[in-house]
């Protein structure tokens, strides 16, 4: 009898180790594939405790410069941020990773891709999504959502007794059982004792960033360059003539991962609104989107016409929750996508940034090109505006307040 063959996405970690064996178990052919998104794993072990379970094969594909690129920027672009504050780091690394998984199960003629997100969280919904978007004659196996497989491991505490009956060495344990979720833009933390909103996070649980009382002492200040509202360098001082400058989007992001975790830069602690209808919550550190984010943001409020922002405003809370729920791939995001982009043809300069205690602060602006004009603007020269001009703009608008005013005061007569 011939064996079907799976592409498990795979993490190396404890859901998907127990997954991998389980399928096996199942009588499936497994393929596992792992992206490289830049989270801190060892590849190579990876592979060799897949194959130790039994993994016909395993893929690992280096997405970093692909993610960052095609997904992350251009979320700063777009001002992607989740009910104003998740920047996110998982919902844009999904799309990516299931391009890749994509392109392997049909260049391997796979029938089947597996996957370990939970029956109850946002990971299935976003990965199915853009399988489905890409592959609309593919079949997933979602084992947290099959009652055999639910209804006999009931969380992670099940699964570690499993790993150890199977000889699958794990990371997780039963005293610090949380999940956690990686790649260059961010790390995320849920589950075990985080899902008590009333907990505090366990001491040193984060890994990218420092606690504040750990943090540098002297400020760090940059040069943050955007070209269409993506950033395309950075530049640091330096005790050389001339700033470190870098290009390289891989480098770039790295670099300011670096420099704000050294300033503690960019940790939240939240509770969401998954797109199942459930609260969670999350802890997330996601030192340089936050940067990019802060400086984007300013760069905008100098360029862009008023009446421009605000509908982009829309348009990006809009597009972010299409993110977050998994419809990166939709016509609608395809739409929306296309008019945030388009807004962003005059979003070119330079902003300053300074570094320093958890904070992110606007030094300074320019650009070649802008809707400011300072002598218009200016207290002390009138650059061709009519002061004059202010009186019927005062009055037409006082017009309606003045109407309201005189209802108020017929209605309290009329008492």
């Known amino acids: 009898m011939t064996r079907e063959l799976v592409i498990l996405a795979y993490s190396g970690g404890l859901d998907t180790s127990c997954i991998l064996k ?19 794993e060892d590849f190579e072990k990876a592979k060799q405790k897949a194959r130790s379970i039994g993994a016909k094969d395993v893929i690992v594909e ?7 690129k095609n997904y992350m920027l251009p979320g700063v672009q777009m001002g992607l941020v989740y009910e104003s504050r998740y920047y996110l780091g998982t919902s844009l690394a999904r799309p990516c990773i299931s391009v890749g998984i994509v392109k392997a199960a049909k260049k391997l003629k796979a029938k ?54 199977e000889n699958i060495p794990v990371s997780a344990t039963p005293k610090e059982p949380w999940s956690t979720d990686e ?33 540098e ?21 330096s005790n050389q003539e001339k700033a470190l400058v870098i290009t390289n989007v891989v480098a770039m992001v790295e670099t300011l991962n670096k420099l ?17 209808g459930l609260k969670s919550r999350g802890l997330y550190e996601t030192p340089a989107g936050t940067i990019l984010h802060v400086a984007h943001l300013d760069l905008e409020a100098y360029a862009l ?4 922002q605000r509908i982009k405003k829309y348009l990006q809370d809009k597009m972010a929750d299409f993110v977050y729920n998994g419809f990166w791939f939709s016509p ?84």
């Open 217 to 237: 002492d002297y400020p760090c200040v940059i040069d943050i360059n955007f070209e269409k509202g993506l950033p395309v360098s950075v530049q640091i001082p």
């Open 332 to 415: 609608e995001a395809n739409y929306t996508r296309k008019c945030l982009e388009q807004s962003q043809d005059i979003v070119n300069g330079t902003v300053t940034v300074q570094i320093f205690k958890g904070n992110v602060t606007i030094l300074a602006r320019k650009s070649s090109k802008s809707l400011y004009n300072q002598e218009l603007v200016s207290m002390d020269v009138s650059g061709g505006f009519s002061p004059e001009d202010s009186t019927g703009f005062i009055n037409i608008n006082a017009l309606r307040l003045k109407e309201y005013a005189r209802f108020l005061k017929q209605s309290e007569l009329n008492k």
């Open 112 to 165: 089947y891709i597996s996957h370990g997100a939970t029956g109850k969280g946002n990971d299935q919904v976003r990965f199915e999504l853009s399988v489905y978007s890409l592959w609309p004659e593919g079949k997933v196996i979602a084992p947290w959502r099959l009652p055999e497989f639910f209804e006999r491991f009931q969380g992670r505490s099940d699964l570690i007794e499993y790993a150890k009956k």
């Open 260 to 276: 704000g975790g050294q300033h503690g830069v960019g940790r939240i602690d939240i509770v969401e609104n998954r797109f199942l």
């Open 305 to 308: 016409d008023r009446e421009v």
């Open 22 to 40: 389980w399928l096996i178990q199942k009588n499936y052919d497994v393929v596992c594939y792992m992206a490289d998104i830049g989270q801190d």
């Open 62 to 68: 280096d997405l970093r410069e692909e993610f960052i």
């Open 183 to 215: 790649n260059i833009m961010h790390i995320s933390y849920e589950s075990g004792v985080l899902e008590d909103p009333a907990a505090i996070p366990p001491a040193k649980i984060y890994k990218m960033t420092r606690d504040l009382q750990q943090t």
